[in-house]
């Protein structure tokens, strides 16, 4: 069965440093999305994106964030510069339809620890 | 603001029984109401989706009820297992295609 793949599994990394995460959605999906948990709180969303472009963003999702599909399988989400408050679990999902009247297919998720 | 409400308490339930679950929104008219089971350090999986016009959805042992009036969803699961135990979010289209989930509610079936 098609998945949602993530890497890497679990990136430690120092405060103010970069760090891009990749996804490969499923392959006949069309938009997707990353969202983040912070340990003990609730699954949020940060963005969606289509056909190349951010379709919706949250207020999360602010200028040290990016969203890029490099090539025709890979999206990452790219912190700038992080902070200690990035540290969660990133889920990355596609859908085949952008609406919510299909599910979305979450990935095994990356956690970022900023020390 | 919208909100979305679940219970935060763990439910622990016998095997055999029903767990019931709510979710309850607040200044939100969606189209349409997911369900995801979450196992720790996992991604949610999708379980079920009822639209506004549904009253009621199965698959499986599971139950999905969503009444619009009393904004309110109830998920049930019969016959429960314990491989069952998991966090199970409740989620909501919101503005644009993007998914609000409520905090989620872990479950615990005891042998």
């Known amino acids: 069965e098609p998945e949602v793949t993530q890497t890497p599994s679990h990136q430690v990394t120092q405060m103010g440093q970069e760090v891009i995460l990749r996804c490969v959605p499923i392959?006949?999906?069309?938009?997707f999305y990353w969202y983040r948990q912070i340990l003990g709180q609730k699954v949020e969303f940060l963005v969606s994106?289509?056909?190349?472009?951010?379709?919706?963003k949250s207020e999360i999702f602010d200028d040290q964030f990016s969203v890029e599909r490099p090539d025709g399988s890979n999206f990452t989400l790219k912190i700038r510069s992080t902070k200690l408050e990035d540290s969660a679990m990133y889920f990355c999902?596609?859908?085949?339809?952008?609406?919510?009247?299909?599910?979305?297919?979450f990935g095994p998720g990356t956690r970022l620890t900023v020390l | 603001s919208q909100k979305i409400e679940q219970n935060s308490e763990a439910l622990n339930i016998q095997e055999g029984k029903t767990a019931t679950l709510t979710c309850n929104y607040t200044?939100?008219?969606?189209?349409?109401l997911q369900w995801y089971r979450q196992d720790p350090g996992r991604g949610p999986v999708f379980l079920l989706l009822?639209?506004?016009?549904?009253k009621e959805k199965r698959k499986e042992r599971l139950k999905v009820t969503f009444d619009t009036t009393l904004k309110q969803s109830l998920f049930h699961i019969t016959a429960s297992q314990p491989a069952d135990s998991a966090t199970y979010l409740c989620a909501l289209e919101a503005a644009g295609n993007k998914l609000t989930f409520g905090g989620g509610t872990r479950v615990l079936v005891k042998p």
């Open positions: 392959s006949n999906h069309l938009y």
């Open positions: 994106f289509y056909n190349n472009e951010i379709s919706e």
């Open positions: 999902a596609s859908n085949i339809r952008g609406s919510a009247d299909n599910e979305q297919f």
């Open positions: 200044n939100y008219s969606p189209a349409y």
């Open positions: 009822i639209r506004e016009n549904e």
